[in-house]
């Protein structure tokens, strides 16, 4: 069983920044990914990032590009999404993820991020 918090979300203005956090606890040894997806009400969660927790690989939503930068701190258990140049789309319920096996199988609670204009 793994348990997640995330933390950081807020309001910002467009062109600002945010960094959001991800608290890993319990069974987290062991190679598996961690990632982060947004929800808007009504639509579906999308994929926004992902890394790798041993290799550090990362991967990134097109939408997100060049915007944001995922990392992770093996030694606190703490996976980060750095968002810079955020766009009034970015505003979401933004939530972490990892994966047991090749699923996303543990969420957090989500923390919401909202972009004003």
């Known amino acids: 069983q793994v348990q997640l918090v995330e933390s950081g979300g807020g309001l910002v203005q467009a062109g600002g920044s945010l960094r959001l956090s991800c608290l890993a606890s319990?069974?987290?040894?062991?190679?598996?990914?961690m990632g982060w997806f947004r929800q808007v009400p009504g639509k579906e969660r999308e994929f926004v990032s992902h890394i790798s927790w041993i290799g550090a690989s990362t991967n990134y939503a097109d939408s997100v590009k060049g915007r944001f930068t995922i990392s992770r701190d093996i030694s606190k258990n703490l996976g980060y999404l750095q968002m810079n140049n955020l766009k009034p789309e970015d505003t979401a319920v933004y939530y972490c993820?990892?994966?047991?096996?090749?699923?996303?199988?543990?969420w957090g609670q989500g923390t919401q991020v909202t972009v004003s204009s």
């Open positions: 993820a990892v994966t047991y096996g090749v699923v996303y199988k543990y």
């Open positions: 319990g069974r987290t040894s062991g190679s598996f990914t």
